[in-house]
């Protein structure tokens, strides 16, 4: 059965750093976009990143840009996401997520509906 699994969460202390990781297991990333999505508690799924195919475009949320990169490596068949000087208003699940099609435009991206495939999420918690 196709699923992704993100791994990389944990408890940290506000300005630390995190690096997540997808994996797809019996699902080929290889000509997917993969976004990162995250939600607090009591709040709404919220765009992180997104990362095309191939690696060369990427696209970020407003609420973690310059605080966060995104890449892939398809002969890992993984995408991570780079998280640094985290704050405690960046605790929430974190989850990745696949779509298929073109890239642009860009803002599509950005929507949990165009995505297909989500994993079970990890937890990032960021203590002040």
């Known amino acids: 059965q196709a699923r992704l699994v993100e791994t990389g969460g944990g408890t940290v202390q506000a300005g630390a750093s995190l690096r997540l990781s997808c994996v797809g297991f019996?699902?080929?990333?290889?000509?997917?976009?993969v976004g990162w999505f995250r939600q607090a508690q009591n709040k709404e799924r919220e765009f992180v990143a997104a990362?095309?195919?191939?690696?060369?475009?990427?696209n970020y949320g407003a609420s973690m840009k310059g605080r966060v990169t995104i890449s892939k490596d398809n002969s890992q068949n993984a995408a991570y996401l780079q998280l640094i000087a985290l704050q405690p208003d960046d605790t929430a699940v974190y989850y990745c997520?696949?779509?298929?099609?073109?890239?642009?435009?860009?803002?599509?991206?950005?929507?949990?509906?165009?995505?297909?495939?989500w994993g079970q999420g990890t937890q990032v918690s960021v203590s002040s």
């Open positions: 990362v095309s195919w191939s690696g060369a475009n990427t």
């Open positions: 019996g699902e080929s990333l290889e000509k997917l976009s």
């Open positions: 997520a696949t779509r298929g099609g073109i890239w642009n435009p860009v803002e599509r991206t950005e929507m949990a509906d165009n995505y297909f495939s």
